[in-house]
């Protein structure tokens, strides 16, 4: 599995941006596929993800203002960012996992696959 970001960048508080994930290799249904980041000097956290049948669960901190959405033809996860604040600042990291167990879907330890990562910088 191959995970491949972009879309991050600077903006200012209360901007908008859009991460993408082009993902390639997995013919695996039943899978989830997340968003995380990780600030300097924190732990990974989990931010949205999407199961195969759809399913999508949020982190609180960003429930109204991001959108997780998969262009399954293009095989692309895109997070979709408004109303930005500075601690979205962090690295983004694209997720997938083969298997998806209720409940773990933004536990980033559950997760086999990374992408690179994505710098998203939001000052204020």
């Known amino acids: 599995v191959l995970l491949v970001e972009s879309g991050g960048g600077t903006v200012q508080t209360g901007g908008s941006l859009r991460l993408s994930c082009a993902a390639s290799?997995?013919?695996?249904?039943?899978?989830?596929m997340g968003w995380f980041r990780q600030a300097p000097g924190k732990e990974r956290e989990g931010v949205a993800s999407?199961?195969?049948?759809?399913?999508?669960r949020y982190a609180d901190s960003v429930k109204g203002r991001f959108t997780i959405s998969k262009d399954s033809a293009k095989n692309t996860l895109y997070l979709q960012m408004n109303s930005l604040k500075p601690e979205d600042t962090a690295m983004y990291y694209c997720?997938?996992?083969?298997?998806?167990?209720?409940?773990?879907?933004?536990?980033?330890?559950?997760?086999?696959?990374w992408g690179q990562g994505t710098q998203v910088i939001v000052s204020s």
């Open positions: 290799g997995f013919t695996y249904s039943g899978y989830c």
């Open positions: 999407l199961r195969s049948n759809g399913i999508i």
């Open positions: 997720g997938f996992r083969a298997s998806c167990a209720w409940g773990s879907e933004l536990r980033p330890t559950t997760y086999s696959y």
